[in-house]
């Protein structure tokens, strides 16, 4: 992985970080596609910026008391 690309991702991870979804949402493609692990209970294939925020949200309800 190229310098450039480990600085794009660390710059999306800060912005998550720092503003949530909403601050990261911009660094991925309008066409992304996201997989779950081959062992999750909800294995769905989700695409583009709304299925990174449905992911998001259902991973976020399930690890709610996660601290």
């Known amino acids: 992985m190229s310098?450039?690309?480990v600085e794009i991702v660390r710059d999306a991870w800060r912005a998550?970080?720092?503003q949530g979804l909403d601050g990261s949402a911009g660094y991925y493609a309008e066409d992304c596609v996201i997989e779950a692990l081959p062992e999750?209970?909800?294995r769905a294939t989700r695409?583009?910026?709304e299925g990174?925020?449905?992911r998001y949200v259902?991973?976020?309800e399930a690890w709610a008391?996660?601290?």
């Open 3 to 5: 310098e450039e690309n």
């Open 16 to 18: 998550f970080i720092e």
């Open 40 to 42: 999750a209970p909800d």
């Open 47 to 49: 695409q583009g910026r």
């Open 52 to 54: 990174i925020r449905a």
């Open 58 to 60: 259902q991973w976020a």
């Open 65 to 67: 008391d996660l601290t």
